[in-house]
């Protein structure tokens, strides 16, 4: 996209916040407002809430934005996952039900992909949808399922044919968690939090309506959905903004939605390493002028750098209208080594004071937390050992292995004892 | 230097073994953890009426069992596998070390048998809030009364297990002295007047630490006066080395577990273990804890033979032992997917004891210093 697009953009927008930006609204009336503009999803089509405006707009909007002090539509958690992947595989109706009401914010999201027997191998799903009288009846059990705790729909992955090869028989749908069938247990992680959850479908109900895509093609849907998970890496991030300092109602409820939206991400950044706080924790220790923590500090910030930069020609060439590829995955990947990197400068930088916790613990246990939730970005949302099959078979074009489990019935593919 | 042990001392590890299996299963490990001693006096009795496992180093004629540093490495490594919450490193490796180190004559007489027997639990206060393991660092006043009696003010801290401790051993310095000048070591009761216990958060709550005020609190010197560098040195020499033992006997725990679970595990229709990135991993598991146990074991036999040495070979152990541990634990999270990153599995139990005994007696980077001026590098 060009300088001049960019610029045009931003004069137009900057026009229709000046003129629209009303902090006197509810959150919710600003929401919708902004939404029917096109300016809440500026790259999303014109029919759905859009303006077909190339992805790169949307650092310009966001700039807008905050510079005028205005709310945005809801980002948080996996809403961006379902709105992507109904945009891509969704019918109209779902559309029309769904993506306006994730950007409102109205509805919260989650990922019912893995289950205790398949994680790495999400084909391999055991939970069941069955057509009875019309409705999809949903029995088994999914697991490490982020958010369920919060979430009013659940994207959901069950197999719905066990004769067919294990990836055509799956298929995917939207299943509302509001119901009777369907139980959410949380799981307490090695970091002390529970933002992860089991979850029990007994009999639960779907509507025929909410199968996305067709019966049988749920895994082309679910890739669509992984792609984006493993390409956003830590989006989370980026929401709530500046609003933390804002006042009046409207930010109240904003800050209100994201203490409640957030609350399971609270510990997310320490998951990828904390980097941002590694030169003013060398100089607060005086660890800064220890020729060895010198070192160690400048490559870990060579790697980050690096995997920053690698990520923006990732976005850059996207912005040029590639779509999402497995070039995503390298990301996930530096990600992981750059957690683990400022894990282990951090565990040099502390020294012993590393071993401690709690309120005894540097920076209140912030450096505790980072020690004991990096080891989660190398697992969750697809292994490094999975990301660095993708690379080598999708994105190097090497053979893959010779495989036993989809050239036959998924019954009789061998699975886990559980 | 012992570079196999003998069938007596594999008989030792073997009876060792279950009794640890026995008495302390991941559910007691669980249960002691919460707790703010950390430990049971019920369980301690056990361990040295059964085994007399407080005693193993300490020789005969000061009520103990006079083994060697391999013997005690063996039964560090066992514990360590076990991930046994009780005050052992605290009170024989570190106090009890320290009093045959310095201690007169006497002196040992009196204070090492009730530790032999597992009546006195025991442990050293060298450490300071600083976090230095350098005698240096070492800034807490002993100030005559006269009639050799002492007055102790500072505070320590790391101190493993200094909140329920009977006896605490201090290194305190002449005021106004510098380095490893003018240090001595003290031994203080555990409820002396004067001297406040907390005990700490830790990340590793199998294994607590506590810091140790001392406000003016009275103290028995242990040995000559200002002569404690050398036998302080030698005591955190040895420590090392005994860490280091304790540390690849819970690397190879979690290495095991890692392939147990990587051949129970399908996915893709087939046990992940049959998959050669995870073959490659498990092959670099094993070679980076073998090789951490043969400077572990090296250590132990060269702290049993005095050997001129020790001290780089200690260090190389303690370097080495750390980096092992916690990368052992990594990649066991990691073999364990999801699972491995709950509270519930026990794997984050040993990394959380990875961490913290990496970083205890000084991290890999600070043995690395040690081990090349132990050199003379
Ligand atoms: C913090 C967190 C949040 C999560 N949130 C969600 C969520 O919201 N929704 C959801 O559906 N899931 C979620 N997950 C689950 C996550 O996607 C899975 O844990 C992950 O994909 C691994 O699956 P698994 O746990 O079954 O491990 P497994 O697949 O059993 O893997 C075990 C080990 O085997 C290795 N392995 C597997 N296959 C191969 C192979 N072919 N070659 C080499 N090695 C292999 C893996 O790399 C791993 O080391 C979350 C996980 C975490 C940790």
Not at chain 1, 111 to 124: K, T, Y
Not at chain 2, 122 to 139: C, K, M, Q, V, Y
Not at chain 2, 344 to 364: E, H, I, K, M
């Amino acid at each position: 996209m060009s300088e001049i697009d960019r610029e045009s953009v931003r004069a137009e927008v900057r026009a229709w916040l000046e003129a629209n930006w009303d902090p006197t609204l509810s959150l919710i009336a600003w929401r919708n407002r902004l939404i029917d503009s096109g300016w809440g999803a500026p790259s999303w089509p014109k029919a759905w809430h859009g303006r077909d405006l190339p992805a790169a707009v949307e650092s310009v909007v966001a700039e807008e934005m905050r510079r005028i002090g205005a709310v945005s539509v809801a980002r948080s958690g996996v809403r961006g996952l379902a709105t992507a992947t109904l945009l891509a595989h969704g019918s109209d109706l779902q559309k029309a039900k769904f993506l306006r009401r994730a950007l409102s914010g109205e509805d919260n999201w989650c990922q019912l992909f893995s289950e205790p027997g398949s994680g790495s191998d999400l084909a391999g799903a055991l939970s069941r949808a069955d057509l009875k009288d019309d409705r999809w009846i949903v029995n088994g059990q999914k697991v490490w399922t982020t958010s369920a705790h919060h979430a009013d729909w659940g994207l959901l992955l069950a197999r719905t044919d066990f004769d067919a090869p294990k990836h055509e028989g799956l298929s995917y749908f939207i299943l509302d968690m509001h119901q009777a069938g369907v139980e959410v247990r949380p799981l307490k992680q090695m970091n002390g939090h529970a933002s992860f959850n089991q979850v029990f479908f007994t009999d639960a109900v779907v509507p025929p309506e909410h199968l996305v895509g067709r019966l049988g093609e749920g895994w082309a849907v679910a890739t669509t959905t992984l792609m984006h998970e493993r390409r956003g890496a830590d989006g989370l991030a980026a929401a709530g903004g500046k609003a933390a300092e804002r006042q009046g109602p409207i930010h109240d409820e904003e800050r209100a939605e994201n203490a409640i939206a957030m609350e399971p991400y609270r510990w997310y950044p320490q998951r990828a390493g904390r980097v941002d706080l590694i030169l003013e924790r060398a100089k607060a220790t005086g660890k800064i002028a220890d020729p060895v923590v010198r070192q160690e500090i400048a490559k870990l910030l060579t790697l980050a750098k690096s995997a920053e930069w690698t990520a923006r020609r990732a976005r850059a060439a996207q912005a040029q209208g590639r779509a999402p590829g497995p070039e995503g995955s390298l990301g996930k990947l530096a990600a992981s080594h750059v957690a683990r990197s400022a894990a282990h400068v951090h565990t040099l930088i502390t020294g012993a004071d590393a071993m401690l916790a709690g309120e005894d613990a540097p920076m209140d246990g912030l450096i505790t937390e980072i020690l004991l939730s990096v080891p989660a970005g190398s697992i969750a949302g697809g292994t490094d050992e999975i990301q660095r099959n993708i690379i080598a078979e999708r994105v190097l074009r090497m053979p893959k292995e010779p495989r036993s489990d989809n050239d036959r019935p998924f019954r009789d593919v061998p699975r886990n004892q559980v | 230097m012992q570079f196999a042990f003998t069938p007596e001392q594999s008989e030792f590890r073997a009876v060792l073994r279950r009794f640890l299996a026995e008495h302390s299963p991941t559910s007691a490990v669980r249960k002691l953890m919460e707790t703010e001693a950390g430990w049971d006096r019920e369980g301690w009795r056990a361990l040295n009426a059964q085994l007399g496992l407080t005693g193993v180093h300490i020789p005969e004629e000061y009520g103990g069992q006079g083994f060697s540093f391999v013997e005690l490495g063996i039964v560090l490594e066992e514990m360590g596998r076990a991930l046994l919450c009780a005050p052992y490193f605290a009170t024989t490796v570190l106090a009890a070390t320290a009093i045959l180190n310095a201690a007169t004559e006497a002196e040992k007489g009196e204070l090492l048998p009730p530790i032999a027997l597992g009546d006195t639990i025991a442990t050293l206060a060298f450490t300071e809030p600083n976090g230095r393991w350098d005698l240096g660092g070492i800034g807490m006043t002993a100030t005559p009364l006269g009639s050799g009696r002492f007055q102790l003010d500072g505070e320590k801290s790391f101190v493993l297990d200094g909140h329920t401790a009977d006896l605490i051993v201090v290194a305190a310095r002449r005021p106004g002295s510098e380095g490893e000048e003018g240090l001595s070591l003290f031994s203080v009761a555990g409820n002396a007047p004067g001297l406040t216990r907390r005990a700490l958060k830790v990340i590793d709550p199998t294994r607590k630490q506590a810091r140790l005020t001392f406000d003016g609190v009275e103290a028995r010197m242990l040995g000559e006066e200002g002569a404690a560098a050398g036998p302080l040195t030698l005591t955190l020499t040895q420590a090392a080395a005994c860490l280091a033992n304790e540390m690849v006997g819970g690397a190879e725990r979690l290495r095991e577990s890692a392939l147990d679970y990587a051949n129970l595990r399908v996915q893709f229709g087939r046990p992940i273990a049959s998959f050669q990135a995870m073959k490659h991993k498990q092959a670099d598991m094993l070679l980076e804890v073998q090789l951490a146990m043969s400077a572990a074991y090296a250590a132990a036999s060269a702290a049993t033979e005095d050997d001129p040495e020790l001290t780089a070979i200690a260090s190389l152990a303690k370097a080495g032992a750390s980096e092992a541990y916690v990368s052992t634990a990594k990649h066991t999270i990691q073999i364990h997917g999801g699972i491995g990153f709950t509270w519930d599995n026990d794997t984050q139990l040993w990394f959380r004891r990875a961490v913290s005994s990496g970083l205890f007696l000084g991290d890999p980077a600070w043995h690395r210093e040690l081990m090349l001026r132990g050199w003379g590098v």
